[in-house]
């Protein structure tokens, strides 16, 4: 049995369709009678097939799975991405396999404070030879432009906007089309947005990668990877990627993670709208010193991400008065947030990044970052403020 009637186009959704639509209604099985409305989860190893290799049927599981193709064509329908979506066993698997793109030698610009793990990566290959790092602002788009000109131009500029802790915003609809310009091939992580708040693709990115962990999967459950591009050829090379390397989701995980996808909209409304009411009422808290979310008035970020995205994301981030040991004494002290690290789950979750040894230095010793889930904002409100008045 194969199932490539999956993408055959007879009941492919319409790309017109808002993303909240696409988002349940892409990636699903073609309508005849008797079909089940979602895709199997497809588990076989490897495919029946005799004599030639046959072209647009499954041979062997680490090349094509069905459950993948269903995930994939549901992320690349949000992120508007035509050339191809691929899913990988993590978001790391899909940021080396990103980062492969670099020729030997070549020029990665990454941001000087973002996702720990990979700036970690870039740092490593740099050291090794294999290509050679620059850092920069990705909220100062004149630095970011410098990078562009001159003879020793980047191979890759990597962006994440909002930025992993600090949230910094970055002008993708300036940097992005000026990048290319300058024939400098871009990447956005997405992660932090998700396609439902900021399409990277349409404002001129090359490729978005994505920890499918986060808000796409949605529920702390799954570790999963992607990057969606819409060219063709670069969707290639990651799948040759994929195959080489071996980095392969298991397909439980892309069918838990499309499962998740289909109530995307409801999440990231529900959580957005909690993580911009919480962030106010911390601002105004007497045992807060700062707050930074981009919904706030007086956030650096305010004033581009309204412009570019479609809400401000449902992770903030709060230093309390006190150090570093009022901020753990803080975690300690929520009963109903999580203290772990990870976000975009249903369950709010929150944990001081410095913890982690590998965390930029640029992140302040006392951040607390927040990622704001589904539940009542007034019982998580509750459980700020009591954690709060019982660490200060
Ligand atoms: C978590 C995260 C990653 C890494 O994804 P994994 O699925 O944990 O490998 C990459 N980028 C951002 C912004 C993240 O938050």
Known sequence: ????????????PDPRWSPD???????????????????PVELSSTFVGAGK???????????????????????????????????????MAAIAAVLDLVPDGGLLVVPDAAYNTTLELAEVLHGRGRLRVARVDVADTAAVLATLDGDDRPDLLWLESPTNPLLQVSDLATCLPAAHSAGVLTVVDNTFATP?????????????????????????????????????????????????????????????????????????????????????????????????????????????????????????????????DAADAFVDAVRLWVPATSLGGVESMLERRRRHANEPQTVPEDLVRLSVGIEDVEDLWADLDQALRASS
């Open 1 to 12: 049995m194969h199932h490539d009637h999956w993408d055959d186009g007879t009941d492919a």
């Open 21 to 39: 639509t696409l988002a349940v209604a892409a990636g699903r099985p073609e309508r005849v009678p008797g079909a089940a409305v979602g895709p």
């Open 53 to 91: 290799v046959p072209t647009g049927q499954p041979m062997y599981g680490r090349v094509d799975n069905a459950t993948w193709t269903a995930c994939e064509e549901a992320l690349g329908a949000l992120e508007g991405a035509p050339g191809g979506t691929t899913l990988f066993a993590s978001g």
């Open 196 to 324: 439902l708040v900021q399409r990277p693709l349409d404002l001129g990115a090359d490729l978005v990668v994505h920890s499918v962990t986060k808000y796409l999967a949605g529920h702390s459950d799954v570790v999963l990877g992607a990057a969606a591009t819409r060219d063709a050829t670069l969707s290639q090379r990651l799948r040759t990627h994929r195959r080489l390397h071996g980095a392969v989701p298991g397909p439980f995980e892309a069918w838990l993670a499309l499962r998740g996808m289909r109530t995307l909209a409801l999440r990231v409304a529900r959580a957005q709208a909690s993580a911009a009411d919480l962030a106010a009422r911390l601002a105004a808290h007497p045992a807060v010193a700062r707050v930074r979310h981009p919904s706030l008035p007086d956030d650096p970020g305010h004033a581009l991400a309204s412009a570019q995205m479609r809400g401000f994301g449902a992770v903030l981030t709060v230093q309390v008065h006190g150090g570093p």
